[in-house]
């Protein structure tokens, strides 16, 4: 009897924009009316699906000896727990390529990066001031009307190839590079993360 890790996507924290389905070059991912999944006989862990997700619902793992089928994860609303693994059996891992494809995926993230175990506790405080996640401001819209009083725009940040998982409704300060009039650095803008949908 062998193990593999099988690539799942958590359904609670999954937000459902497709942009897995569209990055993956296999075509493994795939979705139903409830939930998107991937096809573990088509998988090649490339991890160019790792990164694009918003949410980090796309970077789960479970180590099993009877893959989840697609059928099953169809129909989950949750992601099962991980399995007993009895330690004499050799789990099974991607070729030598898939490898180093991983560890380059991984590079600088401090491994895989985990999702937010449910939708209620995201992950927060991944990056600060001193050690912060850059990105570049690829549009920038005022969705207020210009004769209004108030000045709200709709930012849209590119992280680039860094992993950034968030959920819709959590708050990210944005911290302008360079100084103010004073000299001293930006303060913080706090903004709040809308749907990719």
């Not at 160019?48 to 793992?61: E, F, K, L, R, V």
């Not at 494809?101 to 491994?111: D, K, N, P, R």
């Not at 570049?136 to 009083?149: L, Q």
Request: proline content about 8%; aromatic content about 6%.
């Amino acid at each position: 009897m062998s193990l593999i890790r099988q690539h799942l996507i958590d359904p609670e924290v999954c937000i459902r924009c497709n942009t897995c389905e569209e990055t993956c070059p296999v075509g493994a991912v795939t979705h139903g009316d409830m939930n998107y999944v991937v096809d573990v006989s088509k998988c090649e862990y490339c991890m160019d699906c790792i990164s694009p997700c918003p949410t980090g619902a796309i970077d789960n793992w479970r180590t099993v000896t009877t893959p989840y089928s697609l059928e099953e994860q169809l129909e989950w609303d949750e992601l099962p727990e991980e399995q007993e693994i009895d330690e004499s059996v050799e789990v099974g891992t991607p070729d030598d390529e898939a490898t180093e494809l991983l560890e380059i995926a991984h590079a600088g993230q401090g491994g895989g990066v985990t999702a937010p175990p449910t939708a209620s506790q995201p992950r927060v405080h991944m990056y600060t001031r001193q050690s912060p996640a850059r990105a570049v401001v690829a549009g920038n819209f005022r969705i207020t009307d210009a004769e209004s009083e108030s000045d709200t725009h709709h930012i849209v940040l590119d992280f680039g190839s860094t992993a950034f998982p968030v959920l819709e409704g959590q708050s990210i300060g944005v911290t302008p590079p360079g100084t103010d009039d004073q000299g001293r650095p930006h303060r913080m803008r706090l903004y709040t993360v809308c749907s990719p949908r």
